[in-house]
């Protein structure tokens, strides 16, 4: 028995996540386990256990130590990573030391029935004889998504040998088949066991306990009667006494029951989705069953959520004031992921997705920018889009058969609510889909749109004709104002390249008297923070969205325009084929030099808009271009098929891990990429855009509305109106229009009619009024009991 020393550096360094670049994400396909492991270098890195948003760990690895020598398996080896089969993400990790001296073989999976990760682990001496090394386990706590005031220790629970952590009300305790022969706890940077490993000192046993800081925990494997192999267990639950006792118990089941079961459960889903991987080469990478399983890993069974991904951008340069990274729900991903589930059979998993965001959905109609599982919000910016993205998914489920029309009432106030405020609040959207800027988005605008036409459908199947009504005529008005607001001409760009125009990345909304191209746009996440381009000097793959939401066709001059616009100043070839930028002096990205982003950067290549305009080309008829862009978009994923965020688009700088084409640090997998994969690989088989709302091809581009009234807001008033077209007065409150034709010679008044969704309308009667003629009005607020403080006048025809 040795006495206990309080180990020295408390409370630790400041503590880090890991690296984002994950070559696997695994769970078990059994909801009886709840815990979500990835791996990356060769190691285990965060495990999120008993809520999918919650990371618990930072990593865990093994340290290989003889005389005079010490090696780290993830910086000293090299790593080969594979599933252990098509579909099944439980993984085979081979870490080889580059001086040859030993090697380590892992299969690394989730326990089907509990919250243990485990790890079957074989170490090979090369040199030397097994007798000769030492392997050690170091593993960081990051309990509850942070890395400070952990308390890790390590101790015996009946009987058994176990190392512990515990913080903000969550345990973990590791535990193995074979005895530790050390074991201590320490502080990170100083005495932690990496720490005295490197230094020569062993583990010190005298370290019992680290308390209230960055801590670690270690132990030395003690392999000399088991021929190097040894099963590990890391355990999870709300006391130490429930992680350890969940580790011992799979520990006594075995490695091999658990795999059975765990591939069981895993072959049992795959084969319930649709065979779009046929025919399939057996001796390729099955690159569509692993984005299913990543969409599928990504997703909490209780719930029905889907998060962003189990990453955190830069992870090694963020703290933890970076609480949630990716592993977030952002409606948008969380809708585009439903997709991608639809898109390849998942239809139930989908459906979980809609009664998820039913609940999920605010008070007044919208969807927080992102939230925890719970719909706690995390940001609590608005974007449009992710309010008009769940009609879209309800439509979707709806064409599929996965809802009937006795399924409409359920979700009537969910479309009803979502509608309102789209209507209310836009069409111009507080951020974009890249959430950095305001005004009219393409993106933004295709999706709203699409949104109400999907719910017009859906007030006509409640029989609320006049509200079914009412929505179209926004739709097909905000539609006729698209190129007013997003198409810009007369540029330099649109100069050099011989056309009239292109759509812009997003229209200016500043009502500052400038057009939509004229005005500024601040350019995010750059070192000058100041920057700002004229909104018509911006281009964006995002105008492609009036083709994949069908508002516009794909041979449209307008769009033919803006796909040249976008190659010329954001396409970049590389050796696997093209790739795209979200938008001219993008700053989400690295550094110059490599470094991590810190706020400002340079943007990179998106894999996902090649996928994106692969649809485009199949909206054009092109099936062998999306098909070779099928495959770029491939060729950007890791060997273990997972596909990144953003790639690295410049030298090789191989001190940071950056290689051109090859994942760059930001988030990998990006679940939104996957489902993406998964529709381009469905609409390939369907020879048809598949998620392509049929509404707005039908309305816009098959034929044309009539036109739509011209709308007048107090928040955005008009000034003038086209001979023979509706005047109509939009208000967010019950309001008393007095107003007249003739210069107040006669006078009407007219009280508003309530929509049903929080707006209320006056249409004035000046079809048949002429040019030059003038509707002078002014409004009493009824709920105020007031009137307004203006006169407002509207003129008819073209000015001048």
């Known amino acids: 028995m040795t006495d206990r020393i309080d180990p020295p550096g408390a409370p630790g360094i400041t503590p880090r996540w890991t690296s984002s670049d994950k070559s696997g994400v695994g769970t078990a396909a059994n909801p009886e386990s709840r815990v979500w492991f990835t791996v990356s270098h060769g190691i285990l890195n965060e495990i999120y256990a008993l809520r999918l948003d919650t990371a618990c760990i930072r990593d865990f690895g093994f340290v290989v130590t003889a005389q005079d020598y010490f090696s780290d398996e993830k910086r000293d080896a090299d790593h080969t990573v594979e599933m252990i089969e098509d579909g099944v993400p439980a993984f085979r990790l081979v870490n080889t030391s580059r001086d040859g001296r030993y090697r380590i073989t892992k299969i690394i999976l989730a326990d089907p029935d509990r919250e243990v990760v485990l790890q079957d682990i074989r170490f090979e001496a090369l040199i030397g004889h097994l007798a000769d090394y030492q392997l050690h386990a170091i593993v960081a706590p990051h309990l509850v998504n942070a890395g400070s005031d952990n308390t890790a220790w390590y101790a015996d629970f009946k009987g058994h040998q176990l190392l512990f952590a515990e913080g903000r009300g969550t345990a973990l305790s590791v535990a193995a088949t074979v005895a530790w022969t050390a074991r201590s706890a320490g502080y990170v940077g100083t005495s932690d066991g990496w720490q005295t490993l490197s230094r020569g000192e062993g583990l010190i046993a005298e370290f019992e306990r680290a308390e209230n800081g960055n801590v670690a925990i270690s132990g030395t494997l003690d392999l000399s009667s088991s021929n190097g192999h040894a099963l590990v267990a890391i355990g999870f639950g709300s006391q130490p006494e429930e992680a350890a006792f969940r580790a011992i118990l799979s520990l006594q089941h075995g490695v091999d029951p658990a795999l059975k079961r765990y591939r069981a459960g895993w072959r049992q889903w795959q084969r319930g989705l649709l065979p779009l991987d046929e025919p399939h080469d057996a001796t390729q990478l ?5 984005s299913t399983s990543v969409l599928a890993t990504h997703r909490d069974d209780a719930s029905g959520a889907i998060i962003a991904s189990l990453s955190i951008p830069w992870g090694s340069s963020k703290s933890d004031d970076n609480l949630g990274g990716y592993h977030l729900v952002w409606t948008r991903d969380l809708v585009e992921t439903a997709g991608g589930l639809l898109a390849a059979g998942a239809s139930e998993e989908a459906k979980a997705v809609l009664d998820y965001l039913v609940v999920s959905q605010e008070t007044d109609g919208h969807w927080v920018q992102n939230s925890w599982l719970d719909g706690r919000p995390y940001w609590y910016g608005i974007q449009l889009d992710e309010t008009a993205f769940p009609i879209l998914l309800y439509d979707m489920l709806l064409r599929a058969d996965v809802l009937g029309p006795a399924d409409a009432v359920r979700y009537e106030k969910m479309i009803e609510s979502a509608t309102s405020f789209i209507i209310r609040n836009g069409p111009a959207t507080q951020q974009d889909r890249w959430e950095e800027d305001g005004g009219y988005s393409p993106f933004t605008l295709a999706v709203e749109i699409a949104g109400l036409l999907a719910a017009a459908d859906a007030m006509d199947a409640a029989d609320r004709i006049d509200v079914a009504n009412y929505i179209r005529q926004v739709a097909d008005g905000w539609n006729e104002q698209i190129e007013t607001w997003t198409y810009a001409t007369d540029t330099e760009l649109s100069r050099q390249l011989g056309i009239d125009g292109y759509y812009m990345r997003i229209g ?18 750059r ?13 964006s793959p995002d105008a ?19 796909v040249a616009a976008i190659d010329a100043v954001l396409r970049r070839d590389l050796p696997a084929g093209p790739y795209w930028y979200r938008y001219n002096d993008d700053g989400y990205g690295e550094q110059p030099d490599g470094s991590p982003f810190d706020g400002a950067g340079i943007g990179r290549l998106w894999p996902l808009l090649t996928g994106e305009r692969a649809h485009y080309e199949i909206a054009a008829g092109r099936l062998a271009e999306a098909e070779r862009l099928l495959a770029t978009m491939e060729a950007s994923a890791s060997p273990g098929g997972l596909l990144p965020e953003q790639i690295w688009d410049g030298e090789d700088i191989p001190e940071r891990e950056l290689f051109l084409g090859q994942p760059s640090g930001s988030a990998m997998p990006l679940v939104w990429a996957h489902a993406e994969h998964i529709k381009l690989l469905r609409s390939l088989r369907d020879g048809a855009v598949f998620d392509m709302p049929p509404q707005t091809f039908r309305r816009y581009v098959k034929s044309r509305p009539a036109p739509a009234p011209i709308v007048w807001r107090r928040a955005s008033p008009i000034g003038r109106i086209d001979v023979g077209r509706v005047l109509r007065l939009e208000f967010m409150e019950p309001a ?65």
């Open 544 to 562: 492609l969205a009036f083709v994949r939401f069908g508002l516009r066709a794909a041979d449209d001059i307008r769009m033919v325009n803006t």
């Open 508 to 525: 200016s909304a500043t009502g500052d008297g400038l057009s939509s191209a004229r005005g500024l746009i601040p350019i995010r996440n």
């Open 736 to 800: 008393r229009v007095h107003w007249s034709k003739d210069e107040w010679s006669t006078t009407t008044d007219t009280i508003a009619t309530d929509t049903g969704l929080q707006t209320y309308l006056c249409d004035l009667p000046t079809r048949d009024l002429k040019q030059g003629s003038i509707v002078r009005f002014t409004l009493f607020w009824l709920a105020r009991d007031c009137w307004d403080s203006a006169d407002f006048a509207v003129a008819v025809g073209a000015e001048g």
């Open 527 to 539: 070192a000058d923070v100041n920057e700002m381009l004229e909104a018509g000097m911006l281009v």
């Open 286 to 290: 099955n690159k569509y069953r692993v």
